[in-house]
Nanobody, 131 residues
Framework: QVRLVESGGGSVQAGGSLRLSCAAS????????VGWFRQGSGKERERVAS???????????YYDDSVKGRFTFSQDNTKNTLYLQMNSLKPEDTDMYYC?????????????????????WGQGTQVTVSS
């Protein structure tokens, strides 16, 4: 059974940093996408960053334009944990952040940005950035 548990959210001032963690269990990182999404009240869930795992490991890491150069998505394979390092935070980054993973049946990274293809979701962690 796949389980994703996020942590690390909180409140910071603009310009500050946070690191989100996603502890994954029961998951196979092969032919799959894992991603961080965010969603505010009344808004659709949007992809922040995603990693596509091919048959041999990480094939690519992808970011939404709004976070490029500020956020870094990484994996610690020894701890089976995914991280989202968020620097230079802005008030518009305020949202609930979710870790998600697809089934191991993705043949390419083409749909890694689409929330509906993800099968497994964490409970979310709140990030609040004040100006």
């Amino acid at each position: 059974q796949v389980r994703l548990v996020e942590s690390g959210g909180g409140s910071v001032q603009a310009g500050g940093s946070l690191r989100l963690s996603c502890a994954a269990s029961g998951y196979t990182y092969r032919s799959a996408c894992v991603g961080w999404f965010r969603q505010g009240s009344g808004k659709e869930r949007e992809r922040v960053a995603s990693i596509y795992f091919g048959v041999g490991g990480i094939y690519g890491i992808y970011y939404d334009d709004s976070v490029k150069g500020r956020f870094t998505f990484s994996q610690d394979n020894t701890k089976n944990t995914l991280y989202l390092q968020m620097n230079s935070l802005k008030p518009e980054d305020t949202d609930m952040y979710y870790c998600a993973a697809t089934s191991s049946d993705r043949r390419s990274s083409a749909s890694c940005y689409v929330a509906s293809v993800y099968k497994y979701w964490g409970q979310g962690t709140q990030v609040t950035v004040s100006s």
